[in-house]
């Protein structure tokens, strides 16, 4: 071992010794993981996007239809992810397909409100001048209202990634693979290091996606025309972008 | 020719709510008409029959002869201009995307519809280089309700609808915009259904003037005969005990100047044309033919002058003396005490 390496070891405790130890010897496996694990949330939301935006369109039309498909994305939200998993083994098998349809599952409650209400909060003046200048239902759909709901259907899916992200590792129980996989074997081998380590890289993931949309959001919301405290990333972005 | 007519129109909202009740006008074409009354009286709800955001529960509404019912109310609310109070820009759109607005939807050519924008912007005295792109929060609202303007006109509508255009601006605003739109009412030769609730800018803007109690129409007349002979307590309280001041706010010079200046006032009309005009008290300004007898007597009386000469393109054309002004008035007054 290196001397600089003892003499770090002699000035921290040794348990984040053992943890940076882990790191070191397992860079490659963890970087290909995390990849792994950002792969699966993408896909799910890759499909949970558009089938959440449509419901959330569709319910604008028939306010009883909203609460119920709302209340029904609420009540995916109190199911325990380990028993959906098992739920939906018998149908779809192991490995990633269940995990895809259940993190589907349980975005869809965010992305369907924020479509929701984003859409309520069009400003109705806006609408009707569309309306009046002879703007068909779809073209005011496309043209203004989703466009100016744009910011806040992005909170949603800011939100939903976050949830994911936390969810997908329960999904390596069945073998979907991804950061789970490290948890999973820490807690069977009582290996701490793992878990820490896998841990903290999925926050790292979580929070820098969340991010990342965060800006997405603010740049939406700065081209509706809105007024915000800017985030320095934000303010980065527009630098590069002008 | 009428463009609009409405023939026994009924408007019974769901929650039974009567809204407008047998209602027969017609919109001569070219014209600028204002549907005047008190909030709730359904002047808003006629307006809204001619572009169908309501259909009449009875009796018809016509399009340039057409029942309106017949039309395909997407093709027909391109052809009708409409700008309403609260303006309803489109805030993630740039002030060219906004106005560009009907066109597109009618599939234009792209370089017709740059061209039409910048057209447009030019009559709303917002020049394209420096607006085109702005966002409209970034605009005063004056400018973007001559943004939302500017919209209306983009696809050169048959009918331009106004619901409250400058209900929502400054009193100072207003009034600019007022006048601004007044000289591109005379450029655009686009028939107008203007809705308000102030007799003063119905006196104002309007050609013809359709004063409407709770659901019923109760006088369409032009603003100076309706100040003339208001013909019911409903109207005359309307209109107000400043009956005569409006009076001359809606009388052109025009109307009452001498185009032979008599001899009499050689001095003024040569020192308009000198530009040194100064009457006993101070500077006197010259008025236009269009503008109001109203303006022309405060300008006598702020001048201390007994006339003013009328200037049209640099040249004296005539002379609106404070006699003439009086007269006109009394006339019309006693005109309608005889009748």
Same mark, same amino acid.
């Given at each position: 071992?290196?001397?600089?390496?003892?003499?770090?070891?002699?000035?921290?405790?040794?348990?984040?010794?053992?943890?940076?130890?882990?790191?070191?010897?397992?860079?490659?496996?963890?970087?290909? =993981?995390?990849?792994?694990?950002?792969?699966?949330?993408?896909?799910?939301?890759?499909?949970?996007?558009?089938?959440?935006?449509?419901?959330?369109?569709?319910?604008?039309?028939?306010?009883?239809?909203?609460?119920?498909?709302?209340?029904?994305?609420?009540?995916?939200?109190?199911?325990?992810?380990?028993? =959906?998993?098992?739920?939906?083994?018998?149908?779809?098998? !192991?490995?990633?397909?269940?995990? !895809?349809?259940?993190?589907?599952?349980?975005?869809?409650?965010?992305?369907?409100?924020?479509?929701?209400?984003?859409?309520?909060?069009?400003?109705?003046?806006?609408?009707?001048?569309?309306?009046?200048?002879?703007?068909?239902?779809?073209?005011?759909?496309?043209?203004?209202?989703?466009?100016?709901?744009?910011?806040?259907? *992005?909170?949603?899916?800011?939100?939903?990634?976050?949830?994911?992200?936390?969810?997908?590792?329960?999904?390596?129980?069945?073998?979907?693979?991804?950061?789970?996989?490290?948890?999973?074997?820490?807690?069977?081998?009582?290996?701490?290091?793992?878990?820490?380590?896998?841990?903290?890289?999925?926050?790292?993931?979580? =929070?820098?996606?969340?991010? *990342?949309?965060?800006?997405?959001?603010?740049?939406?919301?700065?081209?509706?025309?809105?007024? !915000?405290?800017?985030?320095?990333?934000?303010?980065?972005?527009?630098?590069?972008?002008? | 020719?009428?463009?609009?007519?409405?023939?026994?129109?009924?408007?019974?909202?769901?929650?039974?709510?009567?809204?407008?009740?047998?209602?027969? $006008? +017609?919109?001569?074409?070219?014209?600028?008409?204002?549907?005047?009354?008190?909030?709730?009286?359904?002047?808003?709800?006629?307006?809204?029959?001619?572009?169908?955001?309501?259909?009449?529960?009875?009796?018809?509404?016509? $399009?340039?002869?057409?029942?309106?019912?017949?039309?395909?109310?997407?093709?027909?609310?391109?052809?009708?201009?409409?700008?309403?109070?609260?303006?309803?820009?489109?805030?993630?759109?740039?002030?060219?995307?906004?106005?560009?607005?009907?066109?597109?939807?009618?599939?234009?050519?792209?370089?017709?519809?740059?061209?039409?924008?910048?057209?447009?912007?030019?009559?709303?005295?917002?020049?394209?280089? +420096?607006?085109?792109?702005?966002?409209?929060?970034?605009?005063?609202?004056?400018?973007?309700?001559?943004?939302?303007?500017?919209?209306?006109?983009?696809?050169?509508?048959?009918?331009?609808?106004?619901?409250?255009?400058?209900?929502?601006?400054?009193?100072?605003?207003?009034?600019?915009?007022?006048?601004?739109?007044?000289?591109?009412?005379?450029?655009?030769?686009?028939?107008?259904?203007?809705?308000?609730?102030?007799?003063?800018?119905?006196?104002?803007?309007?050609?013809?003037?359709?004063?409407?109690?709770?659901?019923?129409?109760?006088?369409?007349?032009?603003?100076?005969?309706?100040?003339?002979?208001?013909?019911?307590? $409903?109207?005359?309280?309307?209109?107000?005990?400043?009956?005569?001041?409006?009076?001359?706010?809606?009388?052109?010079?025009?109307?009452?100047?001498?185009?032979?200046?008599?001899?009499?006032?050689?001095?003024?009309?040569?020192?308009?044309?000198?530009?040194?005009?100064?009457?006993?008290?101070?500077?006197?300004?010259?008025?236009?033919?269009?503008?109001?007898?109203?303006?022309?007597?405060?300008?006598?009386?702020?001048?201390?002058?007994?006339?003013?000469?009328?200037?049209?393109?640099?040249?004296?054309?005539?002379?609106?003396?404070?006699?003439?002004?009086?007269?006109?008035?009394?006339?019309?007054?006693?005109?309608?005490?005889?009748?």
């Amino acid at each position: 071992m290196l001397p600089t390496v003892a003499s770090n070891a002699a000035v921290t405790p040794a348990f984040i010794g053992s943890y940076l130890q882990y790191v070191r010897d397992n860079s490659g496996e963890l970087i290909s =993981l995390t990849l792994q694990h950002f792969d699966i949330v993408a896909l799910a939301i890759a499909i949970a996007v558009p089938v959440g935006v449509t419901l959330g369109v569709l319910i604008t039309f028939n306010d009883r239809a909203a609460t119920v498909v709302i209340w029904l994305a609420g009540i995916m939200m109190t199911v325990p992810s380990i028993a =959906l998993f098992g739920l939906l083994i018998p149908i779809l098998g !192991i490995g990633n397909p269940p995990v !895809i349809v259940a993190l589907v599952l349980y975005s869809q409650l965010p992305i369907i409100r924020n479509t929701y209400v984003g859409l309520q909060q069009v400003d109705p003046a806006a609408v009707e001048a569309g309306e009046g200048l002879g703007m068909s239902r779809i073209e005011r759909l496309r043209r203004v209202q989703l466009p100016i709901a744009l910011p806040v259907i *992005m909170a949603g899916v800011r939100n939903a990634v976050v949830i994911l992200i936390g969810i997908a590792a329960i999904g390596a129980f069945i073998g979907a693979g991804g950061l789970g996989n490290p948890i999973f074997s820490g807690i069977s081998q009582a290996q701490t290091a793992r878990i820490v380590v896998a841990t903290i890289l999925l926050s790292g993931l979580a =929070l820098s996606v969340d991010y *990342m949309l965060g800006i997405v959001e603010q740049l939406l919301r700065l081209r509706n025309g809105e007024d !915000i405290d800017q985030s320095v990333g934000t303010r980065a972005c527009r630098r590069v972008i002008s | 020719m009428s463009t609009i007519e409405f023939d026994n129109a009924t408007k019974v909202y769901d929650d039974g709510t009567v809204a407008i009740e047998n209602l027969s $006008f +017609e919109v001569e074409e070219g014209t600028t008409t204002v549907l005047v009354g008190p909030s709730g009286c359904g002047k808003t709800t006629t307006m809204k029959l001619v572009n169908r955001l309501e259909d009449p529960t009875e009796g018809t509404v016509y $399009f340039e002869g057409e029942d309106i019912e017949t039309l395909d109310s997407i093709e027909l609310r391109r052809s009708i201009g409409y700008v309403i109070q609260e303006i309803g820009l489109f805030d993630h759109m740039s002030v060219a995307e906004n106005v560009a607005t009907v066109p597109e939807l009618k599939g234009w050519d792209a370089e017709d519809i740059d061209d039409r924008v910048d057209e447009l912007l030019e009559l709303m005295d917002l020049p394209p280089a +420096e607006y085109r792109d702005q966002y409209p929060t970034e605009l005063s609202g004056g400018q973007r309700q001559r943004v939302g303007v500017a919209r209306a006109l983009a696809a050169d509508p048959d009918v331009l609808l106004m619901d409250e255009p400058f209900g929502a601006l400054d009193p100072i605003t207003r009034e600019n915009l007022q006048d601004e739109f007044l000289d591109i009412q005379e450029r655009i030769d686009t028939t107008i259904l203007f809705v308000t609730h102030s007799i003063d800018e119905a006196l104002k803007m309007g050609d013809k003037i359709a004063i409407f109690d709770v659901g019923e129409l109760v006088r369409y007349d032009t603003p100076a005969n309706i100040l003339e002979d208001p013909g019911s307590e $409903f109207v005359a309280d309307f209109i107000g005990a400043d009956r005569t001041l409006k009076q001359l706010q809606v009388t052109q010079v025009r109307d009452v100047m001498h185009r032979d200046v008599p001899a009499t006032y050689d001095h003024l009309v040569e020192a308009v044309t000198n530009g040194s005009a100064t009457g006993t008290d101070g500077a006197l300004v010259p008025v236009e033919p269009s503008d109001s007898t109203q303006t022309a007597l405060s300008r006598i009386i702020q001048a201390g002058a007994e006339a003013i000469p009328v200037v049209q393109d640099g040249r004296v054309v005539g002379i609106a003396t404070e006699e003439a002004i009086r007269e006109d008035t009394s006339d019309r007054r006693q005109s309608h005490e005889v009748a």
